[in-house]
């Protein structure tokens, strides 16, 4: 890999959102020599911006680890000719360059890391903390030690990288599930090209077994797809002729046909990359806490290990400046920060990675840990609690109405909306007239559409519309627990649609495992408050508030907030955008939906299911545990055996468990979130 350190710093804003390296270019690898911005690889970049890099070394583990492996037989060697098996030829210059050779391998590279820090203008770094402090064990002919400490320091680093390694496979894989060639019928004649050159309007033929490479629409009457890359769930999803197909999904039968509705880098996959990877430069609070706290507090250790070398002959008697400069030297060694530089990012990562794997994407690491402290789940009712799929049930008409010319009208002013009513209209009514002339249609949020049809006013909404307009009415709405979608024309009342909606399998689970959780529950939503509270009853949520404006669904989040409680709001992310700009979180049901739900959510659940709303927050819950745990480790230990250093109580090996031992046991701790189960 290419280093571009030099060259290069990752710029963040006080939210921890970075600033530069665009996502396209993450994307496509995409080299910008413009305004000083970086050479980007993906696969091989790292997600911290703490001064060098764990992820991107391009060698094998052998390889990683063979600078170790001479270093610490030269050592084994060395340690035997002094106390085992002595030689004696084995003293003077020939031990001192002995010992130099086993401390260059795992040496030089951290004393040249140092030095290009420095250039950086970023002084003390753990690299010089090392450098300085098994330098100093050489000076003072403590050759064993100095390279023991730069031997195990090396070791972890390795560690450490293969940790982080790991922890990014999860979201690397999804870098995978694109094919690079895609096969075209041109003239009924196969040809492969690369999926990058496909065009709209490009016949795909996909094989059984075969990954599809760009979004588009079914041609076959049938297929059965595979769709984990993009929900996490590897239950087959049968589409029929006409329905959408996104780039990622497998092709688990027979031979079909797809036509490309969108361009390479347009796709949904593309859009779920570029969410992910945003979301390791959305850094969390306790991360930018932690950077900052780094770059005070090692400056800070340097000057109290040569307060601990100097000060002490200004008050001893008996001071030796050999024993006084190795508790300084213990106690550089114990100071350096890998532990928190490291295990902290990679503990957030190791929660988007969980998450990412069960079809949950998050934007940032801030968001595991607001999903942490969440005190309400708001949520809408249809497409989130409910299946969103809605029939028409019944169509009650006045008799002096032409009940077919009034539903043509109807269809024809509803294909103006995307709202589900709209489909369930069209699906129950068929192909729209196209004899049907609308004028003016206009939408009138919160209650329905309103157009002029041959000179007369059409409306198609709620009661709330036929209020609005001063549309008389002889039925009393709320008997009836259905969605209604009341219909006027001319000024008259013509009657009503019945519409029925049902509950997702799995809405009962996600209530009560959000109640087990400690988490009140309210149900939001524009639909008739009788069949809100109706279901609402059925799943046990506990407040729940229907014929709702957008407004009203903002102002109900207002209240909640104004008692100092944390809120996440869960919905499409396009109709309620001021709630979910609003709330602390907001979540989409983004599933296979529109892409500005994946624009506007903080956290998209990719397969529309309600339990893992209950899921975020346990992941969050979990990840922002195991940081805890990792901050509290590294200081304990620390600032024991930095006591013990500075008293004279400690040697160089208790330093390197501090340092080394530490980190080590802190990344351990937080790789585990990749094998929990939630």
């Known amino acids: 890999m290419k280093n571009t350190e030099s060259q290069h710093h990752h710029k963040y804003d006080a ?17 910008d020599n413009q305004a000083g911005c970086c050479t980007v690889d993906y696969k091989s970049e790292h997600a911290d911006d703490d001064g060098h890099d764990h992820s991107g070394d391009d060698r094998t583990t052998f390889q990683m680890f063979l600078p170790a492996i001479i270093s610490f037989g030269l050592l084994l060697l060395a340690i035997g000719f002094d106390n085992y098996f002595t030689q004696s030829w084995f003293t003077g210059w020939v031990r001192i360059v002995w010992y130099c050779a086993a401390y260059l391998p795992v040496g030089l590279p951290v004393i040249k890391e140092a030095i290009q820090s420095i250039r950086k203008s970023d002084v003390f770094s753990e690299f010089l903390l090392m450098s300085i402090a098994t330098i100093g064990a050489f000076a003072i002919s403590e050759y064993p030690e100095g390279v023991a400490v730069m031997l195990f320091y090396a070791i972890g680093e390795i560690f450490q990288s293969l940790a982080v390694q790991r922890a990014k496979r999860n979201i690397k894989s999804l870098l995978d599930q694109r094919p690079d060639e895609v096969t075209i019928l041109e003239n009924n004649v196969a040809k492969t090209i690369k999926a990058s050159k496909a065009k709209i309007g490009d016949i795909i033929q996909l094989k059984a077994g075969e990954k599809l490479g760009l979004d588009g629409e079914l041609l076959s009457d049938k297929a059965s797809f595979n769709t984990a890359a993009l929900t996490g769930e590897s239950k087959p999803d049968s589409k029929l002729k006409g329905e959408t197909v996104l780039a990622g999904m497998i092709n688990l039968n027979s031979v079909s046909q797809v036509k490309v509705t969108a361009a390479y880098t347009d796709s949904k996959l593309s859009k779920i990359l570029e969410m992910v990877q945003e979301a390791t430069s959305k850094k969390a609070p306790t991360e930018l806490f932690i950077r900052k706290f780094a770059k005070i507090y090692t400056p800070i250790v340097v000057f109290l ?30 100071s350096c920060p890998c532990a928190l530089v490291i295990s902290i990012p990679l503990g957030y990562f190791g929660g988007i990675g969980a998450a990412s794997k069960n079809g949950i994407l998050f934007k940032g690491s801030n968001f595991l840990d607001v999903m942490a402290s969440i005190q309400n789940v708001v949520m809408d009712k249809t497409g989130t609690m409910t299946e969103g799929v809605f029939k028409v049930q019944e169509v009650v008409f006045k008799a002096d109405f032409d009940q077919n010319k009034i539903l043509q009208l109807v269809n024809a002013l509803e294909s103006q909306s995307t709202h589900p009513v709209a489909t369930a209209i069209h699906d129950f009514v068929g192909e729209i007239d196209s004899k049907i002339s609308l004028n003016e249609v206009e939408e009138i949020a919160g209650h329905g559409l309103k157009a002029s049809v041959n000179g007369k006013e059409l409306l198609v909404g709620n009661f709330k519309l036929m209020d609005e307009f001063s549309i008389k009415y002889d039925i009393d709405p709320s008997s009836i627990v259905y969605t209604l979608i009341a219909v006027a024309y001319d000024k008259k009342f013509v009657g009503y649609l019945t519409i029925a909606d049902s509950i997702k399998e799995d809405a009962q689970i996600t209530i009560d495992k959000l109640k087990a959780l400690g988490i009140k529950t309210t149900m939001l939503s524009g639909d008739k408050n009788n069949v809100v509270q109706f279901v609402a009853q059925k799943l046990g949520i506990t407040n729940a508030f229907g014929d709702l404006l957008p407004e009203d669904k903002v102002n109900k989040v207002k209240e909640i907030i104004a008692k100092n409680q944390t809120v996440a709001f869960v919905g499409d992310g396009v109709n309620d955008a001021p709630v979910v700009a609003l709330s602390n979180v907001g979540i989409a049901m983004g599933g296979l939906g529109s892409d500005a739900t994946i624009e506007t959510a903080d956290v998209v659940i990719q397969d529309d299911k309600p339990s893992k709303i209950p899921m975020a927050i346990n992941i969050g819950k979990q990840t922002k545990k195991i940081v805890w745990q990792n901050i509290t480790l590294a200081f304990t230990v620390k600032a024991i055996v930095l006591i013990l250093g500075a008293g004279g109580l400690a040697t160089m090996w208790e330093a390197v468990f501090a340092d080394v031992g530490v980190a080590l046991l802190a990344i351990l701790n937080a790789v585990r979130i990749q094998r929990m189960k939630f």
């Open 15 to 31: 939210n921890g959102k970075q600033l530069c390296c665009t996502l396209e270019e993450k994307i496509n690898r995409i080299t």
């Open 305 to 334: 290990a040569i307060g601990i070398c100097i000060l002490p002959m200004l008050f001893v008697e008996n001071y030796v400046f050999n024993d006084w400069l190795y508790r300084a030297l213990i106690f550089l060694v114990i």
